[in-house]
Structure formats: structure tokens, C-alpha cells
């Protein structure tokens, strides 16, 4: 396993915060990072576009004056979510705006771009890709991908099928890089397990929907707070991709999430059909995404708490048999 040298010394826990669509804002990213972990957010959810300007200049600004104020413990770096599919034609615009920050990390999804991974790699910075399976882990990395997000069975929105277990055993036959990994993992032992594996980090999205912080709104943050592992449904039905969803808003949109049809992406329509009626609830917005590890999560706190948290649970996690 390896750890980057632009983490080495910065952080409390080998933790990514994953950026989650809508809900990853300056407030979360920013308190994640002053709490040791990597923060991260959708390029995407800066709305409009010139809005990422702003976000970045205070995020950058904002960790930098904290250094300042804390050379002993300087905060983890950020990162930005960029989707490289050709449907974002937002991408070259927000890579612009990445470059003028010198954005340290850049996590890229749906597609794999060389020319990408080297414009990051120009400013300084280092580019993980998520992927679902081998054929995608190889793809990035020949692409130049410094790192692997291995998105697991139980990771919440997209995620894969695939044991955490196997998916990291395979990954690291042939990659010895940095390896982030995301599946359920909402707890300090599992933070410890995900090491265990062989991951260098744990990549976690659904703990931090429940925070103070996180541009959810309340009932969501309740709903992930009173939910099981039971209560997460994989369906394609939304997106046109497989993902993971809370039963309980299914249930609130009018639809059985036992008998859910399955979705064909050159039909997805979120707004109405032909008639004007509603097509189908609009995913994210209504339909909310989470993973399998929320039986974990029990209240809303605020995140350097959350994190806090982790941490103890970390430190705590060792085999009572050793």
C-alpha cells in the first residue's frame, strides 16, 4: 500500500469524504478537512457555474488561514468530483477553474481521460477514479489515474455489486497504488477493517448526510438516522444506473419498492411524459440515495463530531484476540 505524499502528516484518519450530489457543500467540505479528513464535492453542485469560482476561493482561503492558525495540525486536503461523461458540458469550464486553484485532488466518474489526469498532474495535483469492477480499474489506471475508488456492494447512490472483500483482494494482485474504498462503512472499525483489507482509505458518503453541515434537508437526515441495511433498495429505475435508495422515500413517491420496473436509459424521463403527467420522482431530489451501512448512524451531528467519533472507534479497534 502507498500513501500519497500530499496526505502524509495531514490527516487524523485515512478517511475520504466522498462528494454526494446536492448535499457536499463548502460548510461540510471545509469542516472535514479541519477535522483531518479529505472533503470532497461534485464540481456539479455549484449552481450556476460561476458559483464554483466562489466555492473554491473560499475553501482554499478558509483551510489556507487555518494552517496559518495551526501549523502543528494542518487541515487534509480538498478534492473536486469532476464527471467526465460527455453529457457534462460543464467539464472543461470547471477543470479551468480546478487549475486556477491548483485543486489537490480531483476525483473523476463515468469515464476515464487521460488528457484529465495530465492537466491535474501539470498543476500538481493527483487524480482517483472511481470504478465498479476490474475492467474499469484497469482502464483509469492506464489512462493515469494515481488512485483506485473501489465502490463496493452497500456503497450508497451508484454503487456496484461486488464484496468489498474480493474487490480489493483482486485490485491489489496488480495495483500497488493508493486505493480508496467505499461500501457501508460508517464506523471507526470499519475505517479499521477497510485497512485491514488492504485499502488506504475509507471512503464514506452516508455518515456525513446526517450532519449539521450537509445541504440535505431534514426529513432526509432523519430518514438516514432510523433506517437498516434492510431498508436500502438497488434499482436502476431512477438514473438508468443501478444505485442504492432509503425504501422509505420510494414508499413517499407513490411506488412499491418491492416491485419496481426495470429502467431503460434511452427512456429516462424526469420530468413528464408525453400526456404532462409526472413521469417518474426525480432521484436525489426525492428519491434518496444511501448506503447499506446506515444501521450505524443514530444522529444528526455536527461533522468534526461525527469525525471525532471515528477516530475514537479507530484507536479503539483492535482484535481482543491479539
Given at each position: 500500500?502507498s500513501?500519497?505524499?500530499?496526505?502524509?502528516?495531514?490527516?487524523?484518519?485515512?478517511?475520504i469524504?466522498?462528494?454526494?450530489?446536492?448535499?457536499?457543500?463548502?460548510?461540510?467540505?471545509?469542516?472535514?478537512?479541519?477535522?483531518?479528513?479529505?472533503?470532497?464535492f461534485?464540481?456539479?453542485?455549484?449552481?450556476?457555474?460561476?458559483l464554483?469560482?466562489?466555492?473554491?476561493?473560499r475553501i482554499?482561503?478558509?483551510?489556507?488561514?487555518?494552517?496559518?492558525?495551526?501549523?502543528?495540525?494542518?487541515?487534509?486536503?480538498?478534492?473536486?468530483?469532476?464527471?467526465?461523461h460527455?453529457?457534462?458540458n460543464r467539464?472543461?469550464?470547471?477543470?479551468?477553474?480546478?487549475?486556477?486553484?491548483?485543486?489537490?485532488?480531483?476525483?473523476?466518474?463515468?469515464?476515464?481521460r487521460?488528457?484529465?489526469?495530465?492537466?491535474?498532474?501539470?498543476?500538481?495535483?493527483?487524480?482517483?477514479?472511481?470504478?465498479?469492477?476490474?475492467?474499469?480499474?484497469r482502464?483509469?489506471?492506464?489512462k493515469?489515474?494515481d488512485?483506485?475508488?473501489?465502490?463496493?456492494a452497500?456503497?450508497?447512490?451508484?454503487?456496484?455489486?461486488?464484496?468489498p472483500?474480493?474487490?480489493?483482494?483482486?485490485?491489489?494482485r496488480?495495483?500497488?497504488?493508493?486505493?480508496?474504498?467505499?461500501?457501508?462503512?460508517a464506523?471507526?472499525?470499519?475505517?479499521?477493517?477497510?485497512?485491514?483489507?488492504?485499502?488506504?482509505?475509507?471512503?464514506i458518503?452516508s455518515?456525513?448526510?446526517a450532519?449539521?453541515?450537509?445541504?440535505?434537508?431534514?426529513?432526509?437526515?432523519?430518514?438516514?438516522?432510523t433506517?437498516?441495511?434492510e431498508?436500502?433498495?438497488?434499482?436502476?429505475l431512477f438514473?438508468?444506473?443501478?444505485?442504492?435508495?432509503?425504501?422509505?422515500?420510494?414508499?413517499?413517491?407513490?411506488l412499491?419498492?418491492?416491485?419496481?420496473?426495470?429502467?431503460?436509459?434511452?427512456?429516462?424521463?424526469f420530468?413528464?411524459d408525453?400526456s404532462?403527467?409526472?413521469?417518474?420522482?426525480?432521484?436525489?431530489?426525492?428519491?434518496?440515495?444511501s448506503?447499506?451501512?446506515?444501521?450505524?448512524?443514530?444522529a444528526?451531528?455536527?461533522?468534526?463530531?461525527l469525525?471525532?467519533?471515528f477516530?475514537?472507534?479507530?484507536?479503539e479497534a483492535i482484535?481482543?484476540?491479539?
Amino acid at each position: 500500500m502507498s500513501m500519497p505524499a500530499l496526505f502524509k502528516g495531514r490527516l487524523s484518519l485515512p478517511v475520504i469524504g466522498s462528494p454526494l450530489f446536492i448535499v457536499s457543500n463548502p460548510d461540510l467540505v471545509i469542516a472535514q478537512c479541519k477535522a483531518g479528513i479529505v472533503g470532497s464535492f461534485p464540481a456539479l453542485n455549484a449552481r450556476p457555474p460561476e458559483l464554483l469560482d466562489e466555492w473554491l476561493a473560499r475553501i482554499t482561503e478558509e483551510l489556507a488561514a487555518y494552517d496559518r492558525a495551526h501549523p502543528e495540525r494542518p487541515s487534509a486536503p480538498f478534492a473536486v468530483n469532476q464527471i467526465v461523461h460527455k453529457s457534462n458540458n460543464r467539464l472543461d469550464h470547471d477543470m479551468a477553474l480546478c487549475a486556477k486553484y491548483r485543486v489537490p485532488m480531483v476525483i473523476t466518474s463515468l469515464g476515464a481521460r487521460e488528457d484529465l489526469n495530465q492537466a491535474v498532474h501539470g498543476w500538481g495535483g493527483i487524480t482517483f477514479h472511481d470504478v465498479i469492477n476490474q475492467k474499469f480499474a484497469r482502464k483509469a489506471i492506464e489512462k493515469g489515474a494515481d488512485g483506485l475508488v473501489l465502490v463496493a456492494a452497500g456503497a450508497g447512490g451508484h454503487a456496484g455489486q461486488i464484496s468489498p472483500f474480493a474487490f480489493v483482494a483482486e485490485t491489489r494482485r496488480w495495483f500497488d497504488g493508493p486505493i480508496a474504498l467505499s461500501g457501508a462503512i460508517a464506523t471507526g472499525r470499519a475505517i479499521r477493517a477497510a485497512r485491514v483489507l488492504g485499502a488506504d482509505f475509507a471512503y464514506i458518503g452516508s455518515a456525513f448526510i446526517a450532519t449539521k453541515e450537509a445541504n440535505a434537508v431534514e426529513k432526509y437526515k432523519e430518514m438516514i438516522t432510523t433506517s437498516g441495511a434492510e431498508d436500502i433498495v438497488y434499482s436502476n429505475l431512477f438514473t438508468g444506473v443501478h444505485g442504492n435508495y432509503l425504501k422509505p422515500s420510494i414508499l413517499a413517491s407513490g411506488l412499491d419498492p418491492e416491485n419496481l420496473p426495470v429502467s431503460d436509459p434511452s427512456k429516462m424521463n424526469f420530468g413528464t411524459d408525453a400526456s404532462g403527467e409526472r413521469a417518474r420522482p426525480k432521484a436525489w431530489k426525492e428519491i434518496w440515495g444511501s448506503g447499506q451501512g446506515v444501521g450505524s448512524i443514530d444522529a444528526v451531528l455536527p461533522a468534526a463530531e461525527l469525525i471525532a467519533r471515528f477516530k475514537r472507534e479507530y484507536d479503539e479497534a483492535i482484535d481482543p484476540a491479539l
